[in-house]
């Protein structure tokens, strides 16, 4: 005769081995595997804090993947013991693991005794449709996207760079982006700042671009600055965020910024546009140069493009400020390789990119110290500007 439900229950029971759920609470930081064999709905309501997912119904196929290696300590638990428990004997007696046991009462009993359970995040249906092309890709997928939701970005200028940057990030769905810019919309802007339209000239540039970023993508929330990015302000605004988006147009506020970043230790992905040439770099503190690696002293102030108006091409900084968003996402995403160490240069007459190398230098009066011996009094610290351009006549 075939043994009932209830009998066969406590015979698999007699079989493995159980444990309470205060046991697993206090094994929880130890290396042990702790997996969720219910369905995924059921995962995905909650969850063990930091326990894997691998459903009963695939467990054969999938353990592997997740626990490699048999001789690991294996937690396994469903809602109420049951399920966890004709599961321990499978991995035990038909796959070989060596230290598996099923947690008592499922999480069930775990949440009665008040132990904390994770609630994964989970995209809206409106956002799975929004970002389905990110989905569909195997670097950033749902996590990505969470990743990219979860960023904070901060960009210096709703200009010509930082304009199709905001608007491709905001697109992306990074979830917040600041934005640092105390100038208003000029007919003269609308030639490259596209983010910025013709009704709106002489609105602050940091409202025009919120309203476009809003009507793109309700999941960004945008930070306004409309201030003067400067010594008395940078170290209030920069913490909190994960990058800074430099599309400054002069050089002791780049020195600033460079000194403020490597402090904090905040990446920056920074462009420069002339004329028909771009640049382009990633300044990742300490894991690569800095700007004052590079540039120990600015430019000659002829080549200064904030010594005066200069003319640019009006697609130039789409191009170099869409390369900064790419880089800022490849960041975000931790995929691919950041141009970190590496100056990209853009020739839009030849259609030609070059790219050199640049190392730290070991006598970098900023990034090679600690950051926290850099002083209040050595940021920004910077030839006399006026003398400086004066240098351009
Ligand atoms: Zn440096």
């Not at 015979?11 to 205060?22: F, T």
């Not at 428990?85 to 499978?90: C, D």
């Not at 003269?188 to 609105?203: A, F, K, P």
């Not at 789409?318 to 390789?337: F, Y």
Request: charged residues 25%.
């Amino acid at each position: 005769m075939s043994p009932s439900g209830a009998e066969l229950l406590r015979q698999v029971k007699s079989q493995i081995e159980e444990v309470d759920p205060s046991e697993v609470h206090e094994l929880m930081h130890e290396g042990v595997a702790v997996i969720d064999v219910r369905e995924t709905e059921e995962y995905a309501a909650g969850h063990l804090p930091g326990a894997k997912h691998v459903a009963r119904s695939y467990l054969e196929t999938r353990i592997e993947g997740v626990v490699p290696d048999r001789s690991t300590q294996v937690i396994l638990y469903c809602a109420s013991g049951n399920r966890s428990a004709y599961a321990a004997r499978t991995l035990k007696d038909e796959l070989g693991y060596e230290h598996v046991r099923s947690m008592t009462g499922g999480i069930t009993l775990w949440k009665d005794r008040g132990y904390d359970v994770e609630q994964p995040r989970t995209l809206t249906a409106e956002q799975r449709d929004r970002y389905s092309r990110h989905l569909l890709l195997a670097e950033v997928g749902i996590e990505g996207q969470q990743k990219l939701l979860d960023a904070k970005v901060l960009l210096l200028g709703a200009g010509g760079l930082g304009s199709p940057a905001a608007l491709y990030l905001a697109a992306a769905g990074v979830g917040t982006l600041g934005i640092v810019d105390d100038d208003t919309v000029d007919l003269s802007n609308l030639q490259r700042q596209v983010i910025h339209s013709s009704e709106r000239i002489g609105v602050a540039k940091v409202d025009s671009a919120e309203q476009t970023i809003t009507a793109l993508n309700p999941d960004v929330e945008v930070k306004k600055y409309p201030v003067r990015l400067g010594p008395d302000n940078i170290m209030d605004i920069l913490p909190g965020y994960d990058i800074v988006v430099d599309g400054l147009d002069n050089f002791p506020t780049r020195y600033l910024l460079n000194d403020a970043s490597v402090r904090l230790q905040i990446p920056v992905v920074s462009a420069a546009i002339l004329g028909f040439e771009g640049q382009l770099s990633v300044f990742k503190p300490y894991d690569g140069p800095c700007y004052r690696c590079l540039f120990p002293v600015p430019p000659p102030a002829e080549l200064a493009p904030s010594c005066g108006a200069n003319g640019v091409l009006g697609v130039l900084p789409g191009t170099m400020g869409l390369l900064q968003a790419t880089e800022v996402i490849k960041l975000i995403l931790g995929e691919g390789e950041p141009l970190i160490g590496r100056l990209l240069m853009y020739d839009a007459l030849a259609a030609r990119v070059t790219e050199v190398k640049v190392r730290r230098d070991p006598g970098c009066p900023i990034c090679s110290r600690h950051p926290e011996a850099i002083g209040d009094d050595e940021m920004g610290v910077f030839p006399d500007y006026e003398t400086f351009c004066a240098g351009a006549h």
